[in-house]
Nanobody, 125 residues
Framework: QVQLVESGGGLVQPGGSLRLSCAAS????????IGWFRQAPGKEREGLSC????????HYADSVKGRFTISSDNAKNTVYLQMNSLKPDDTAVYYC??????????????????WGQGTQVTVSS
């Protein structure tokens, strides 16, 4: 059974950092494109970052470029999202997703077949 589980969310002050984890079971993450998305109340789901299994390239949305970093640990079958310089506007539920094709994109969520349940990130003083 394919499953993605996010963890690492929580409450952090503006300017702080968090590292989110996306652990997979039932499949090998290194064979899939993995993306991170978020959705704030009343807003559309937003693509943040992704890593392709085909060439290892990473992609970032302009809103997080330079602040967020995606990485993977194949031995742990886990993908991470390091988030620095967090702002109140980063408050949202964060999701990871897997694309069976191996490609990845941050401009659309439709290509992703599997999704985690999400983890809440709240940036507030």
């Amino acid at each position: 059974q394919v499953q993605l589980v996010e963890s690492g969310g929580g409450l952090v002050q503006p300017g702080g950092s968090l590292r989110l984890s996306c652990a997979a079971s039932g499949f090998t993450m290194a064979d899939y494109g993995i993306g991170w998305f978020r959705q704030a109340p009343g807003k559309e789901r937003e693509g943040l970052s992704c890593i392709s299994s085909l060439d290892g390239r990473t992609h970032y949305a302009d809103s997080v470029k330079g602040r967020f970093t995606i990485s993977s640990d194949n031995a742990k079958n886990t993908v991470y999202l390091q988030m620095n310089s967090l702002k109140p506007d980063d408050t949202a539920v964060y999701y990871c997703a897997a694309d069976l094709s191996g490609y990845c994109t941050v401009v659309a969520s439709l290509p992703y077949e599997y999704w985690g349940q999400g983890t809440q990130v709240t940036v507030s003083s």
